[in-house]
């Protein structure tokens, strides 16, 4: 503790330093006389409490309490006389001293001092409380105004994460509302088409037996009917991302001039077309039949939205896409070409527009639209690795951007579509090869078995996995298992393991009314001409049947040589 003692007496500066020695605190005590020695030792914070004696042979306390008061005012300051009176002691008080002790009373000393420093560490505390108010107070409206714009920050923050989130779960809603009618429309699509070959197998046999014109129009009726509702199921496993495509590179430009004529004769004259081709566009790699299939859809499309005198235009590119997908049919970012179908029509709303790759859903009136046209399109358009957009603008119209994966070698030449094996070669008897028919539809492997034994094959038949495995065991000299892939119980994939599990080199031939392609492909279809599609189309039965029969007979013939190359 650091005091300033005024006194002019050794004995009393004497008396009053070893009272201090009571205070339990090391004490440094500057004993000054002097007005001059106390003005330069009175200063601010050098001293935590003033000791002053009232009279001095050449000052006086008062001058000394005036002095303290200008130079230092927060200093405690307590007279220690032996002369001051009460009348005295309450005047210097009101002058500013803290308190005052006499002489004949030293033991009050102590607890003075502390009393003193108390009351100054109040003051002290009360003064940096209001001094920490003012600043507050001076403070609170920068301070308000930096909070409202830290709340309204935090504020825009969550409205931007609350939008992302709902519009995440508008996205996964619409993914999970397409996955599952996809996986709906494929297996009505299975159904539907064992029932179309049935149909139209028997048409077709019938067409054989019939001569009458009559009966002949009828039947051309039925036969229309058929392939409108193998159209159907066609677009709804377009949808559900199952149909079989071939990628191969394709010139968008191309495919776009050759197809002139059929949109022209498809939109009809009161519509003008439009074309935007870039010169130097990449090659397109996916299935050049469905691209075309796409491209009319969507022009058709278009020409329904439109009046007389509307403008249809269609632009290819090629686009590098950097921005994540905000929904579920955008495509992902790389590197696509485009191809675009803009109308000047009616355009979509937002309802509309959240609707509008929903299989059955249309704005057409009844018998105008089936409602999978863009259906179609999405599910060939994400099988194939891309992606589309849609700018729309109601009563201004429409743009659909579809984004295809690009070719990344674009040297690669063209894939050669193999020969085909002729299907309508005839078998001297005896020399028939042995066919095994493997379908769980009766109707189906009827028509299946009739197809191939009026080519010149000899057929067996099962009813399931189970039932062919039993007739190979029974007798294996079957050339070739044609075998339907969806089957209850045991399905082809299961049954076609186990073949060639038991008879390794038995070649098996899928159909099917769905072409789950990565499920085929885990059951061993090596390509194209592995798989038939039901209902048969053009031959393609017979043809895939002679090509695999031709394919064995190629690798026996190889495993024979090899053998006797080995024996010589």
Known sequence: MRILHLEDSDLDAELIEAELENLGHPVVIERVITRDEFAAAALPGRHDIILADYVLPTFDGVSALGIARQQCPETPFIFCSGTLGEEVAVEAIKNGATDYVTKQRLGRMTRTIVRALAEKRARDDKSAAEAALQALNDTLETRIAERTRELAASNTALQDQIIERERVEDALRLVQRLDAVGQLTSGVAHDFNNLLTVIAGNIEFLERAVTDERSK???????????RGAKLTAQLLAFSRRQRLVPTPVSLNQTVVSMRDLLESSIGGAIQIETTLQDDLWPALVDATQIELVILNLAINSRDAMAVGGRLTIETANVTVSEVPVRPEQPQPGEYVMISVSDTGTGMTPEVLARVFEPFFTTKETGKGSGLGLAQVYGFVKQSGGGIRIDTVPAEGTSIKVYLPRVENEAAALPHAPALADG????PPGSQPVLLIVDDD???????????????????????????????EADPAVDLVVLDFAMPGMNGAEAAGEIRKRWPTMPVLFVTGFADTAA???????????????PFRDGELERKVATALAARSSVQGLRLVSDRTRGS
């Open 217 to 227: 129009r009828r039947l051309d009726m039925m036969w229309g009917a058929a392939a």
């Open 442 to 472: 009766a109707g189906v492997r009827e028509v299946t078995a009739t197809r191939l034994m009026e080519v010149g094959y000899s057929v067996r038949e099962a009813a399931s996995g189970l039932q062919a495995l039993a007739a190979l």
């Open 424 to 427: 309508a070669r005839t078998y």
């Open 520 to 534: 085929l492909a885990q059951a061993g279809a090596d390509g194209a001409d592995s798989i038939v599609l039901k």
